[in-house]
T-cell receptor, first 111, second 115 residues
Framework: GESVGLHLPTLSVQEGDNSIINCAYS??????FIWYKQESGKGPQFIID?????DKRQGQRVTVLLNKTVKHLSLQIAATQPGDSAVYFCAESSNDYKLSFGAGTTVTVRA | DTGVSQDPRHKITKRGQNVTFRCDPI?????LYWYRQTLGQGPEFLTYFQNEAQLEKSRLLSDRFSAERPKGSFSTLEIQRTEQGDSAMYLC?????????????FGPGTRLTVL
């Protein structure tokens, strides 16, 4: 079936720099997208979501961009901190309940 | 803490044994979801409830798996005759369906190891 995937499995970023995590999806019917952060041994933690009627949404230090034309989603983290080190998952839904997740991007913040 | 809670956090069992996990959703959330996550992968949808009704089951949910949400609050996931391939993190999430969306909030998970 169609699924969401990430461009890169790992990302290393210097503390204080901005991080960009990319995600591609293939289901053109997807209308809801969400980013989660997962630390080792913990469940996924909600970061930010966006619906297909928007192309940008901002939260605290995070911005999600949605490009429906090329089916691309990105998460930008401003001023990356050591506490941002985790695995980041994008997920999509086309039916308002079942989320389909990609494999994740492991972000490592260098001091 | 008013988040989603799961019990136990860890379970080690021998192949062939039955196990049961519990999930307590965020209070007043009407939807509850179960996902399974294996090492290095994203969570995979198993099933979900709206109130007490189980509305969807994934093909991943074999006949050995059963989930209930009898009073529309907490839920249990039972695995009968466990196999080594059942070893995974079992995640529960809950949401409040509204006009604004259906954001799913996850619990800490139950890590199952089948020996």
């Amino acid at each position: 079936g169609e699924s969401v995937g990430l461009h890169l499995p790992t990302l290393s970023v210097q503390e204080g720099d901005n991080s960009i995590i990319n995600c591609a999806y293939s289901n053109s019917a997807s209308d809801y997208f969400i980013w989660y952060k997962q630390e080792s041994g913990k469940g996924p933690q909600f970061i930010i979501d966006i619906r297909s009627n928007m192309d940008k949404r901002q939260g605290q230090r995070v911005t999600v961009l949605l490009n429906k034309t090329v089916k691309h989603l990105s998460l930008q983290i401003a001023a990356t901190q050591p506490g941002d080190s985790a695995v980041y998952f994008c997920a999509e839904s086309s039916n308002d309940y079942k989320l389909s997740f990609g494999a994740g991007t492991t972000v490592t913040v260098r001091a | 803490d008013t988040g989603v809670s799961q019990d136990p956090r860890h379970k080690i069992t021998k192949r062939g044994q039955n196990v049961t996990f519990r999930c307590d959703p965020i209070s007043e959330h009407n939807r509850l979801y179960w996902y399974r996550q294996t090492l290095g992968q994203g969570p995979e949808f198993l099933t979900y409830f709206q109130n007490e009704a189980q509305l969807e089951k994934s093909r991943l949910l074999s006949d050995r798996f059963s989930a209930e949400r009898p009073k529309g609050s907490f839920s249990t996931l039972e695995i009968q005759r466990t196999e080594q391939g059942d070893s995974a993190m079992y995640l529960c999430a809950s949401s409040l369906v509204s006009a604004g969306g259906d954001t799913q909030y996850f619990g800490p998970g139950t890590r199952l190891t089948v020996l």
